[in-house]
């Protein structure tokens, strides 16, 4: 840089600033496209990928390409799923109208989404568990745990197959609990094909 012109010399200092930015914004990019691609990768072996790449694609920077933090998002997602699910069904619930029927299956049917919420949550404390000397055994309790979330909203499900319960009330109920399973599932998915 001695021989460079004093125009030179800034002209250098200008564009140094720029194309670091630019390398960086270009490395993101990259990284960026290889997390979504692991995660695309991965959405194909689960029995929703479309909802798979829905629910996960926007934690792909998080998750980048590890496939413990994949399985531990999926989980948070179907947890905080089956919370809203709760939730929303609780709420219905407390509508006018609603018969000692309906009320009795609503009643059972929040039960099962805690069971579910629990076994979640015990899926998650499994999974961080799988770096100890007994990981096969973790393991094994992490997909024990995600299959009966599976049986515990399909056995909420149960309680709204009769021809008593309104229509309406029938169809949001199953909405949001098949939502439920299907995030399960997906979880379910990636938990079997760690190893």
Sequence with gaps: MENCSPSSKKL???LLPILLVLLSTIS?????NSNSNFIKSKCKITTYPSL????LLPY???VQTNPIK???TALDIAIESAQ????MISEVGKNKGITKYEAGAIKDCIG??????YELKETLGAMNHLNDTDKDFQWDNAKTYASAVITDANSCLDGFSDRKVNPDVKTNIIDAISYVTKLASNALAFI????
């Design 112 to 117: 099962d989404l805690k069971d579910a919420v």
């Design 70 to 72: 994949l399985c531990d």
């Design 52 to 55: 798979c790449l829905n629910t």
């Design 84 to 87: 809203n699910a709760s939730h």
């Design 192 to 195: 079997n094909h760690l190893y």
């Design 60 to 62: 792909a920077s998080s």
């Design 12 to 14: 250098t200092k200008t």
């Design 28 to 32: 993101q990019a990259h990284e960026g």
